[in-house]
């Protein structure tokens, strides 16, 4: 996990990866996520589920980031992704950014009626921390 935070300095000492600033208000960082295209997604937590119920609640929601994402130079079935977990002080401005790690990759559900791949029929990709 990466942390990356602020206090009081210039904007332009605060711009961290993809262009994202800290120091902000919470709607302003909301904002300027979405227009650096960093949206919403839906993510499995775990990667291998043993039953479908487990996998109805074993998911996230957020922004991530494909500033570390290597895939293209070494294994093309891993996406490697930075989970972004903004921190609010008590004025509601965004001082500090975790940064949570991770590869992802198809989920799948393991039974005793084989191995369904649960990617594929729902999209949602599952991770795992580095």
């Known amino acids: 996990m990466l942390t990356f935070s602020c206090s009081k300095f210039d904007k332009s000492k605060i711009t961290i990866v993809d262009n994202i600033?800290?120091?902000q208000s919470?709607?302003?960082?909301?904002?300027?996520?979405?227009s650096l295209n960093l949206k919403e997604e839906i993510f499995y937590t775990e990667t291998a589920f043993l039953d479908y119920e487990s996998s109805l609640t074993?998911?996230?929601?957020?922004?991530?980031?494909?500033?570390?994402d290597y895939a293209n130079l070494k294994n093309i079935r891993y996406?490697?992704?930075?989970?972004?977990?903004?921190?609010?002080?008590?004025?509601f401005n965004v001082t500090e950014l975790n940064v949570l790690l991770v590869h992802t990759s198809p989920a799948i559900l393991v039974s005793n009626s084989g191995i369904t791949d649960l990617t594929k029929s729902s999209e949602i990709y599952g991770y795992v921390q580095v």
């Open 21 to 23: 600033v800290l120091g």
């Open 26 to 34: 919470e709607s302003d960082f909301n904002k300027s996520l979405d």
């Open 58 to 68: 074993s998911k996230v929601k957020a922004r991530s980031t494909k500033q570390f």
């Open 79 to 91: 996406n490697h992704i930075g989970i972004l977990y903004p921190v609010t002080n008590e004025s």
